[in-house]
C-alpha cells in the first residue's frame, strides 16, 4: 500500500498528519514507512548509521514504532545563506547551490525512487510527505518531492488545507486545479486541519469540494496546541513539550491529539485508498 499527503502549502500541517497516520496505522499491526523525498529545512535529525535527514522524519518513524533511516528522506536541502542551498543525498553532502542553479531533477528523481521502492518493498504501507505545496509553477518541472514523485510511482494522494490560517476551500481547490488536468486522478481526497469549533457547519464547503472535484473528504483535524518538529520558518514554534525525553514527549503529544479525532476519522478509507493504483 501506498499514500502521499500533498498539502496546500508549507506548515500546513502535513508532518504531523503523516506522524499520525504512521502511529495509528502501526498501532493496528501494520508495518508502516514514512517517507519524504526531500526536504527543505534545517532541522535535522542524525541516524545511528551517520547519516542526516530531516527531523521530521525522525519523527514520524519513532510514531510508526521504528527507527529513523536515511531512506526515508534521501534528500535534504539545507539553505546555509546568501541564497546558497547544501544539497545532501543519502545522508551526506552533495553539492551546494547559488542562485540560479539547479540540481540535475533526473539525478535526484532516480534517488527518491530507488528509496521510495526499497521503502515499498519493506512496509505493508508507506506513507509519502510532500514538500510544501505541488503546484508551485515555477518549481513543478523539477520538484522530485510532489507530483513527480506521485506520477513516476502512481501514488494516490490527499490534500491537506490547514483552516486555521482562511481560505481552505480556496486553498484545496487551487490546488487541485493547478495539478494538470492528466494527473489529477491521483488526487483521491483532503483533510480538513486545524479546525475549532463544530466541524458539521463545513459541510456546504465540503460537499462543494466533492462535487467540483470527485475527491473525498477524509476529515477534520481538531486545532490542538501541541508541540511538534519544525522543519521551516511557517511552523508556529508554540505548545508545550513535556516528557522524560524528546521522543516519548513528542508521541504523548502524538496521542494526545489522535484521541481527539479517533472518532472523526476513518482509517480504514486511508487504507483503502492506499490500496488502489490510480
Not at 506513507?127 to 506521485?150: F, K
Request: aromatic share 6%; net charge negative; proline share 5%.
Amino acid at each position: 500500500m501506498k499514500l502521499m499527503l500533498l498539502g496546500t502549502a508549507s506548515g500546513v500541517g502535513k508532518t504531523t498528519l503523516v506522524a499520525l497516520l504512521c502511529r495509528c496505522l502501526s498501532k493496528k499491526g501494520l508495518k508502516v514507512i514514512p517517507f519524504k523525498g526531500s526536504n527543505l529545512s534545517l532541522n535535522s535529525y542524525v541516524t545511528a548509521s551517520g547519516e542526516e535527514i530531516g527531523m521530521g522524519q525522525a519523527f514520524q518513524a519513532w510514531a510508526a514504532g521504528i527507527e529513523p533511516t536515511v531512506g526515508m528522506n534521501p534528500i535534504l536541502m539545507k539553505p546555509s545563506g546568501k541564497g546558497v542551498i547544501q544539497v545532501i543525498l543519502n545522508g551526506h553532502p552533495l553539492a551546494d547551490i547559488s542562485p540560479g542553479c539547479h540540481p540535475d531533477t533526473s539525478l535526484l528523481l532516480d534517488e527518491v525512487c530507488q528509496a521510495y521502492d526499497n521503502a515499498h518493498y519493506n512496509s505493508d504501507i508507506v506513507i509519502c510527505e510532500g514538500s510544501g505545496s505541488p503546484v508551485e509553477l515555477n518549481l513543478m518541472g523539477r520538484d522530485v518531492a510532489n507530483m513527480l514523485l506521485v506520477k513516476k510511482k502512481k501514488i494516490p494522494a490527499v490534500i491537506v488545507g490547514d483552516i486555521e490560517r482562511g481560505g481552505v476551500f480556496a486553498a484545496i481547490y487551487g490546488t487541485w486545479r493547478l495539478v494538470p488536468e492528466e494527473d489529477r486522478h491521483f488526487l483521491k481526497g483532503f483533510i480538513i486541519n486545524r479546525f475549532r469549533g463544530d466541524p458539521s457547519i463545513l459541510k456546504s464547503g465540503i460537499d462543494t469540494i466533492e462535487r467540483l472535484t470527485g475527491m473525498i473528504y477524509m476529515g477534520t483535524v481538531p486545532y490542538a496546541n501541541l508541540k511538534f518538529p519544525e522543519e521551516d520558518s511557517m511552523s508556529m514554534g508554540n505548545g508545550r513539550l513535556e516528557g522524560k525525553d524528546m521522543i516519548s514527549a513528542f508521541i504523548a503529544n502524538l496521542d494526545e491529539l489522535n484521541e481527539g479525532i479517533e472518532l472523526g476519522i476513518d482509517y480504514e478509507i486511508f487504507k483503502k485508498i492506499a490500496s488502489e493504483d490510480p
